[in-house]
C-alpha cells in the first residue's frame, strides 16, 4: 500500500495534482463559512403553490442527507486508499463538484 503512495510521490505531476487539489478543497472549506452566511441566507425565498408537495408533511432532512453524504465520501477513499490514482480524482471530483455547486447557488 506505502509502496503504491511512494512510487506515486515520486512522479512531479502527481505531486502537483495532488498539491492544487488539497489547495482547491482548503479554499473551499475556507470560503464555505462566507458563502453561506453572505450570499445565501440574504437570498429571498419564493413560496411555491404546489398541489402535490402540499400532500407531504416537511421534514428536514438536513442530518440524513449530511450522514448519507459523507459516508459515501469515508466509504469511497477508504476503498480505494490503496489506489493514489484514484484517491486523486475522488478528490478532484469532490473539489470541482462542491466548486460547481457554490457558482450555481451563487448565480441562481
Same mark, same amino acid.
Given at each position: 500500500?506505502?509502496?503504491?503512495?511512494?512510487?506515486?510521490?515520486?512522479?512531479?505531476?502527481?505531486?502537483?495534482?495532488? *498539491? #492544487?487539489?488539497?489547495? %482547491?478543497?482548503? !479554499?473551499?472549506?475556507?470560503? /464555505?463559512?462566507? &458563502?453561506?452566511? =453572505?450570499? *445565501? #441566507?440574504?437570498?429571498? %425565498?419564493?413560496? !411555491?403553490?404546489?398541489?402535490? /408537495?402540499?400532500? &407531504?408533511?416537511? =421534514?428536514?432532512?438536513?442530518?440524513?442527507?449530511?450522514?448519507? !453524504?459523507?459516508?459515501?465520501?469515508?466509504?469511497? &477513499?477508504?476503498?480505494?486508499?490503496?489506489?493514489?490514482?484514484?484517491?486523486?480524482?475522488?478528490?478532484?471530483?469532490?473539489?470541482?463538484?462542491?466548486?460547481?455547486?457554490?457558482?450555481?447557488?451563487?448565480?441562481?
Amino acid at each position: 500500500m506505502l509502496k503504491d503512495w511512494s512510487e506515486e510521490l515520486k512522479n512531479m505531476q502527481f505531486r502537483i495534482y495532488l *498539491l #492544487l487539489s488539497f489547495l %482547491g478543497l482548503a !479554499l473551499f472549506v475556507l470560503y /464555505l463559512p462566507y &458563502f453561506f452566511n =453572505h450570499v *445565501l #441566507l440574504d437570498k429571498p %425565498g419564493v413560496r !411555491l403553490n404546489d398541489p402535490i /408537495l402540499s400532500l &407531504f408533511t416537511p =421534514h428536514n432532512w438536513s442530518t440524513e442527507i449530511f450522514i448519507a !453524504l459523507y459516508f459515501c465520501t469515508a466509504i469511497t &477513499f477508504i476503498n480505494n486508499f490503496k489506489k493514489p490514482k484514484k484517491i486523486l480524482v475522488v478528490l478532484q471530483v469532490y473539489v470541482v463538484v462542491n466548486f460547481l455547486r457554490i457558482v450555481t447557488l451563487y448565480l441562481f
